[in-house]
Structures are given as structure tokens and as C-alpha cells.
């Protein structure tokens, strides 16, 4: 790609970032400080926008996303809102006189600082895989409560009604309610949701900026009517105080106020791991996108080092966002530069079209905030009352996880957002140590070492032995949950980079499998697809109460049915197959071998295998037939010349059969009875119609006689045979045998 055009998308993008985030940052701030009153939501939303403008600037400058754009998100501003909320109420509580509010966003901005340090030690000591342990129930739960809590904080300024109006007396004397103002915000909303659906071009918060904002005015100045409800107030714009460093060069004006400190840092701990989660997140989408791999540990330095700029200067706490960084990549960004040059135009934006920014009907902004609310609704823990109500096999792990999700929702919602992570992270620990005993990964192997029950001829085992690395077998054990599951997709990254094209999950011995194990698997399977290479899953569909749960979560409908197979070695020959097809050195089913490929008739002159070939019998068997009963007397060598045949074993005390190996044309059968006048220790069948050679032992007794020669040949290679098979099962056994 040409500089220019990167240029140009890069700014594309990063105007449709803005467009997106400049009215939400306006909101957010205006929450966040919401405590502060409405004389200072002015200032509010200016805090709200210098974050946007400071963390994407400075987290795509430093990050480790291409795509990202950084700003203000709803979890973030409601814990860090509680932080304020605390500090405002305890300056009250003590009757302290005129707290200005600076002093008030100088403390509360230490918890950013806490929150960007926090995410710096995340990033350079390589711990950003911390923040994934949270398990999915958690993350519902606080999400509902978070999406429930910026709708309620919402519905006042809608109403066009004072917050500090309870909702007791709204109800009692509904008069009170602002027609003229509700108008305006419901159909802000109304235009959101139209425009989502119908003018996918233009961001839908513009959209609702326009149109509400246009009905405010069309109703003031057409309709002859006096101004309503309450506009955002004017935006000074400039550049912002250092409200951070103006708190610690003077003396702090709230009494023990050096006693908040352990609150402070638990709440900066809490909002650090919040925004790693969101950015890492957003960064994992962005990688869907842009087909690349993000570095986790740049990206949370630079989303640390943005938020340590954003606490300097009283502004809000920021994360990557999925919608933001979406509608970049979707208007041509691809480049870092994209994020900063976001940053640079909401500056410009602000710095010459305050006054008119100022000039927002507050209900148009709590209209965009009520419709983002509702997106955060998760739509994952809806799900589950559905399972829990029309699965009963899944009742007991439905009411286990809606459990979780609906304490930590209620904590969110009556205590504080900080609160509830956490109990989350306490409720994931205790899942954790109760859980978890040890490693999901059972073993892991390669088809060097272990072949499938496939007998194949020697230069297609020499391939396999030699190229057969490519194949990996990953045998799982145990539960696979938010845990364990991680471990597993860490371990699938390593192989990735370790030139494997086939990947083989073995689920043989998983005993249960939890939303996000789920997950997990279908991560993996598309993580593989996307280098080009294979995701083969095996022992699932046999697993009954592993296949229903997938069945249930909607998880077995995105897997290729074709790449799922009845145990590992169906899967290993499918692997090996395709990887001998990639040589050119597979032998179709219905291509005939010759004779002079086969093992068992390597040495032999052109005059021997012709005397040779005069004693054989071509015989021809249809599907399902039998070739060899378990048990004959016969001492008859056989050569298969086309198609494929079962070996199976009658298994004692039982009526049924076990297989042992598939055969591939140009494989000799039934050589131990020939050499050791034994009895048949299986039974073979033709798995689809097949041609055989025929050697009867009175042929063989002939050769032994009047062919001496041939006969000493055959035995020989008869015994290398046997003797690689041999070598092989030891290496086999060695390899898969537990350790003491």
C-alpha cells in the first residue's frame, strides 16, 4: 500500500472515530462529575472530551494495536464516577465549607494515576493474560448492572428533571415531567435506532446529535415557546489544568483526607484492570479485522501511559473501544496514525466549535447514553434464562452461572461498580482453586511418532516419519473453563508458531466444559483457519454431555462437521491422507498398486516376480464382505492390490467388534499365520469394494521347494516388515505410556 492512500484512509478513519466519540465523551464526563452539580457540567464534559483526545492520541502513539482507538467507556466512568460520588458525599458529611471543585478531581484523579501504573506494570512484566481470568458470568453480570445504572442516571435529564428529584416523587406527581424535553430525547432515540438500522453510512450518535438537537431548536423558535429544559452549558475550551499536580502542591482541603489513600489504590487497581480488559478485548477484535496480531504488552503500556496523561489533567479514565476502533478500520484506517490523528481533530473540534457544542440539549446526550446502555445488555447471560428453561440437562450450570452474573449485577447496581469486581474476582478465584488441579493439556504428540491405524506401504510411512511433525495431537483432560481454557489457546499459539499445519484436539477425557471453554474452542479453530491451516476436533460427538452443552450454547453449529471425527485416530488418518495427497504420494482407493511398489516383493529379480505373479489369485470382494474369519485354520498370505479393509478384533464376553487397523492398497495380510501355522487372531472385511492377491500356502510350500530363492526373499521382508511394526508400537507405547 502507498503512503498516500494509507494517509488518506488513517484520516477517513479517524474522522469517523471522532464523529462517534466526541458526543459520548461529552456524556461520559457529564456522569462521571454528575456529583460536582449542574454548574460545573460544563467543565464536565470538557474533562470528557480532553480524555478522548489524550488517550487516543496517546495509546495509538505508544500502543500495540494498530487500529485502536482509546477514549472514555461506561464501566470505567461509573467506577471512577463512584470514586467521585464518595469523595463529594464525605466533603458533605463533615460539614467542610466551600470544597472547591478542583480539589475534589485532583484526588479523584489519583486513582487514575494508580489505574495507568498499574496497567504499566500489567504490560512490562507480561501479565496482561491476568486480566482474561475473569470468567464470563462476571463480566455479564457487571456489564447488565453497568448497561441498568447508565440508563437510570439517564432518565432525569430525559424527563428534563433535577437529579436531585427522587423517583418516588416522579411517580406520585408526574407533572413534574418536561413534555417538551422528553420529546426531544425520545426522539433522539428514535433516530439512533432508525439510523442504525436504515443509514449505516453516517454514525448513528451524529445522527441523534443532529436530529435531537434540531427538534430542541425547531420547537423554541417556530412554536414561539420559551427555552426548556437545560442545554450542556458553555465549553471554555483551552488548554486543561493540571488538576493533579495543583492537589499535591497545596495542602489537601478534605479533613483525613490521607486516609482514603487504601481506597484510592483499590480503586485505581480496579479501574487499571477494567480498562486492560476493555482494551485487550477491543484489541482482539481489531486482530479479527486486520487479520494481524496485536502486542498485548505495548498495547498496555501505552493504554497505562494515556491514562497517566488523562489523571495529570482531571480527565477521565480510557480504554479501546470495539465501535470506535470498528468504524475506523471500516473507513480505511490501518495505521496508528489513525488513533493520533482522532485525538489531533476532537481537539480542533472542541478548541472552535465549543460554544456550539455547549449548546446540546442535555436530553439529546441522555438520549445517546440510554441507547448505549441498552447495547450493553449481555445478551450471553439472556441466553442462559432461555437454556435454563428449555434444557433441563443444563439447569444445574444455567443456575450456577446466572447466580453469579445476577450477584455481581446487584453489587453493581446498590453498591458500586468497584465493589462488584471485586466480589467477581473472588468468586473467580474460588471457582479457580476449586476447579482447576492441574493442566488442561493431558500430553501432547506428533505424527512422526505416532501414526494412525492406517498400514501403509514403506515410502508413505518414510513421509510420514519424516514430515509427519505437521501433525500435532493435543490431548485434553479434565475441565475446560475460563481457566484452564486459556492455558489451552496459549498452548495452540505456541504449535502455530512452530510451523504445525494440522491441529488435533483430542476431547477424550474432558469430564465438563463451561461458556467460556466453549469459546475458547471456537477461538481456536478460527485463530487456526486463519494461517491457512486445520482445526480437526475428535472424541466430541461421542461425549454426549460435552456435545449436548455445545448443542446448547449455539457452539456445534460453527464447527465444520467434516473436521469432527468419532475418535483421534479417524482424525489422525484424515491428517495423514491429506498430508501424503500434499506430496503427491497418496495411493487412491480405487488406483490399482503395482507390484513392483509393493514391501513384501522388494529384491526380487524381474524373472522372480513374474514365477512370483504366477502364483497368485486375483480375487474381488463388494463392501461389508468378509475376507478372513477371526480364528480360521487357513495359512493363506494375501496382497491387497485396490480399495481398503478392516481389521477387527471380536472383543471377549461381547457382541461386538473393536477395529485395529485399516489397510491401504500395497499391504501384505496375513503373514503370522503363514509363517507360524496359527490360528487367525482377527477378522478382516473389505471396507469398500476391493481386489486382493491371493498367495495359498500350497503356492508358498511350492516356491519354498522349487523357488528356494523367492521364498528366503519373501521371509525376509516378511520379517523387516514385522519388524518395523514392531519398532514402531515400542516407540508408540514409550511415547503415550503415563508417567510414575
Known amino acids: 500500500m502507498k503512503p498516500f492512500s494509507e494517509i488518506k484512509g488513517d484520516l477517513a478513519g479517524a474522522l469517523a472515530a471522532a464523529i462517534i466519540t466526541l458526543p459520548m465523551s461529552i456524556g461520559y464526563g457529564m456522569i462521571a462529575y454528575s456529583p460536582l452539580g449542574m454548574d460545573f457540567a460544563p467543565t464536565a464534559a470538557l474533562l470528557g472530551i480532553y480524555s478522548a483526545v489524550l488517550c487516543c492520541f496517546i495509546s495509538a502513539l505508544l500502543g500495540g494495536t494498530p487500529i485502536q482507538i482509546s477514549g472514555p467507556k461506561a464501566p470505567l466512568t461509573l467506577a471512577f464516577g463512584a470514586v467521585v460520588a464518595k469523595l463529594a458525599f464525605d466533603a458533605n458529611a463533615t460539614g467542610t465549607i466551600s470544597i472547591e471543585p478542583s480539589t475534589i478531581i485532583g484526588l479523584a484523579s489519583i486513582t487514575i494515576f494508580i489505574a495507568g501504573i498499574s496497567q504499566l506494570v500489567f504490560g512490562a512484566l507480561g501479565l496482561g493474560n491476568i486480566v482474561k481470568y475473569v470468567p464470563q458470568p462476571v463480566v455479564s453480570g457487571f456489564m447488565n448492572g453497568i448497561a441498568f445504572l447508565l440508563i437510570i442516571k439517564q432518565l432525569k435529564p430525559l424527563m428534563g428533571l433535577d437529579n436531585k428529584i427522587p423517583f418516588v416523587e416522579i411517580i406520585s406527581n408526574p407533572n413534574l415531567i418536561?413534555?417538551?424535553?422528553?420529546?426531544?430525547?425520545?426522539?433522539?432515540?428514535?433516530?439512533?435506532?432508525?439510523?442504525?438500522?436504515?443509514?449505516?453510512?453516517?454514525?448513528?450518535?451524529?445522527?441523534?446529535?443532529?436530529?435531537?438537537?434540531?427538534?430542541?431548536?425547531?420547537?423554541?423558535?417556530?412554536?414561539?415557546?420559551?427555552?426548556?429544559?437545560?442545554?450542556?452549558?458553555?465549553?471554555?475550551?483551552?488548554?486543561?489544568?493540571?488538576?493533579?499536580?495543583?492537589?499535591?502542591?497545596?495542602?489537601?482541603?478534605?479533613?483525613?483526607?490521607?486516609?482514603?489513600?487504601?481506597?484510592?489504590?483499590?480503586?485505581?487497581?480496579?479501574?487499571?484492570?477494567?480498562?486492560?480488559?476493555?482494551?485487550?478485548?477491543?484489541?482482539?477484535?481489531?486482530?479479527?479485522?486486520?487479520?494481524?496480531?496485536?502486542n498485548s504488552k505495548k498495547e498496555l503500556i501505552g493504554q497505562g501511559f494515556g491514562n497517566i496523561a488523562s489523571s495529570i489533567f482531571g480527565a477521565l479514565p480510557g480504554a479501546g473501544s470495539i465501535p470506535r476502533s470498528t468504524a475506523n478500520f471500516r473507513s480505511g484506517g490501518r495505521t496508528r496514525l489513525s488513533g493520533m490523528l482522532c485525538g489531533l481533530i476532537i481537539l480542533l473540534l472542541v478548541t472552535f466549535c465549543g460554544p456550539l457544542f455547549g449548546k446540546i440539549p442535555l436530553a439529546v446526550i441522555a438520549g445517546i447514553i440510554i441507547v448505549v446502555g441498552y447495547s450493553l445488555f449481555d445478551r450471553w447471560s439472556f441466553n442462559l434464562i432461555k437454556k435454563f428453561f428449555s434444557s433441563k440437562g443444563h439447569r444445574k450450570t444455567a443456575f450456577i452461572n446466572l447466580s453469579i452474573a445476577t450477584i455481581v449485577t446487584i453489587v453493581t447496581i446498590s453498591i458500586n461498580l468497584i465493589a462488584a469486581v471485586v466480589i467477581g474476582i473472588i468468586i473467580s478465584s474460588a471457582l479457580f482453586i476449586s476447579r482447576v488441579g492441574k493442566s488442561i493439556i493431558r500430553r501432547q504428540y506428533s505424527a512422526d511418532q505416532f501414526h494412525s491405524r492406517k498400514m501403509r506401504n514403506k515410502a508413505q510411512t518414510e513421509i510420514l516419519e519424516k514430515m509427519g511433525a505437521q501433525i500435532s495431537v493435543v490431548e485434553l483432560q479434565g475441565p475446560l473453563f475460563f481457566g484452564s481454557a486459556?492455558?489451552?489457546?496459549?498452548?495452540?499459539?505456541?504449535?502455530?508458531?512452530?510451523?504445525?499445519?494440522?491441529?488435533?484436539?483430542?476431547?477424550?477425557?474432558?469430564?465438563?466444559?463451561?461458556?467460556?471453554?466453549?469459546?475458547?474452542?471456537?477461538?481456536?479453530?478460527?485463530?487456526?483457519?486463519?494461517?491457512?491451516?486445520?482445526?480437526?476436533?475428535?472424541?466430541?460427538?461421542?461425549?454426549?454431555?460435552?456435545?449436548?452443552?455445545?448443542?446448547?450454547?449455539?457452539?456445534?453449529?460453527?464447527?465444520?462437521?467434516?473436521?469432527?471425527?468419532?475418535?483421534?485416530?479417524s482424525a489422525l488418518e484424515w491428517a495423514e491422507d491429506h498430508l501424503l495427497h500434499a506430496t503427491?504420494?497418496?495411493?487412491?482407493?480405487?488406483?490399482?498398486?503395482?507390484?513392483?511398489?509393493?514391501?513384501?516383493?522388494?529384491?526380487?529379480?524381474?524373472?522372480?516376480?513374474?514365477?512370483?505373479?504366477?502364483?497368485?489369485?486375483?480375487?474381488?470382494?463388494?463392501?461389508?464382505?468378509?475376507?478372513?474369519?477371526?480364528?480360521?485354520?487357513?495359512?493363506?498370505?494375501?496382497?491387497?492390490?485396490?480399495?481398503?479393509?478392516?481389521?477387527?478384533?471380536?472383543?471377549?464376553?461381547?457382541?461386538?467388534?473393536?477395529?485395529?487397523?485399516?489397510?491401504?492398497?500395497?499391504?501384505?495380510?496375513?503373514?503370522?499365520?503363514?509363517?507360524?501355522?496359527?490360528?487367525?487372531?482377527?477378522?478382516?472385511?473389505?471396507?469398500?469394494?476391493?481386489?486382493?492377491?491371493?498367495?495359498?500356502?500350497?503356492?508358498?510350500?511350492?516356491?519354498?521347494?522349487?523357488?528356494?530363492?523367492?521364498?528366503?526373499?519373501?521371509?525376509?521382508?516378511?520379517?523387516?516388515?514385522?519388524?518395523?511394526?514392531?519398532?514402531?508400537?515400542?516407540?508408540?507405547?514409550?511415547?503415550?505410556?503415563?508417567?510414575?
Request: net charge negative.
Open 178 to 294: 418536561e413534555g417538551l424535553t422528553l420529546l426531544v430525547g425520545i426522539t433522539t432515540i428514535i433516530a439512533i435506532l432508525l439510523s442504525k438500522k436504515y443509514l449505516k453510512i453516517v454514525p448513528a450518535s451524529l445522527v441523534g446529535v443532529v436530529v435531537g438537537t434540531a427538534i430542541y431548536y425547531i420547537i423554541v423558535s417556530f412554536l414561539e415557546v420559551a427555552p426548556f429544559g437545560a442545554v450542556i452549558g458553555p465549553i471554555q475550551s483551552g488548554w486543561p489544568k493540571p488538576y493533579l499536580l495543583n492537589q499535591f502542591s497545596t495542602q489537601f482541603n478534605i479533613p483525613n483526607s490521607h486516609s482514603l489513600f487504601p481506597y484510592f489504590i483499590i480503586s485505581g487497581l480496579v479501574i487499571g484492570l477494567i480498562g486492560s480488559m476493555e482494551s485487550l478485548l477491543s484489541a482482539v477484535v481489531s486482530d479479527n479485522l486486520t487479520s494481524l496480531r496485536h
Open 486 to 569: 486459556e492455558h489451552l489457546s496459549e498452548k495452540i499459539d505456541h504449535l502455530l508458531k512452530n510451523c504445525i499445519t494440522y491441529f488435533i484436539l483430542d476431547m477424550k477425557r474432558i469430564s465438563e466444559i463451561d461458556s467460556t471453554g466453549a469459546n475458547i474452542i471456537l477461538r481456536i479453530k478460527k485463530r487456526v483457519e486463519l494461517e491457512n491451516r486445520y482445526f480437526l476436533v475428535s472424541n466430541l460427538k461421542n461425549n454426549f454431555p460435552l456435545w449436548e452443552f455445545l448443542e446448547a450454547m449455539d457452539v456445534s453449529k460453527t464447527l465444520d462437521m467434516n473436521n469432527v471425527f468419532i475418535d483421534t485416530d
Open 584 to 740: 503427491n504420494s497418496y495411493i487412491e482407493k480405487s488406483e490399482e498398486v503395482l507390484l513392483s511398489q509393493v514391501d513384501l516383493l522388494q529384491n526380487l529379480s524381474e524373472v522372480e516376480l513374474e514365477t512370483f505373479t504366477k502364483s497368485l489369485i486375483t480375487l474381488k470382494f463388494k463392501k461389508g464382505e468378509k475376507i478372513i474369519e477371526e480364528g480360521d485354520d487357513s495359512r493363506d498370505l494375501y496382497l491387497l492390490k485396490s480399495g481398503s479393509m478392516t481389521v477387527k478384533m471380536h472383543l471377549p464376553g461381547r457382541k461386538c467388534y473393536k477395529r485395529l487397523y485399516t489397510y491401504s492398497p500395497g499391504i501384505v495380510f496375513g503373514e503370522i499365520a503363514l509363517l507360524d501355522g496359527g490360528k487367525r487372531s482377527a477378522g478382516i472385511w473389505a471396507h469398500e469394494d476391493t481386489e486382493v492377491l491371493k498367495l495359498p500356502y500350497e503356492c508358498f510350500q511350492r516356491l519354498q521347494n522349487e523357488q528356494s530363492e523367492i521364498a528366503i526373499k519373501l521371509i525376509h521382508n516378511i520379517a523387516v516388515e514385522l519388524s518395523n511394526r514392531l519398532r514402531r508400537i515400542s516407540n508408540q507405547l514409550r511415547l503415550l505410556e503415563d508417567q510414575c
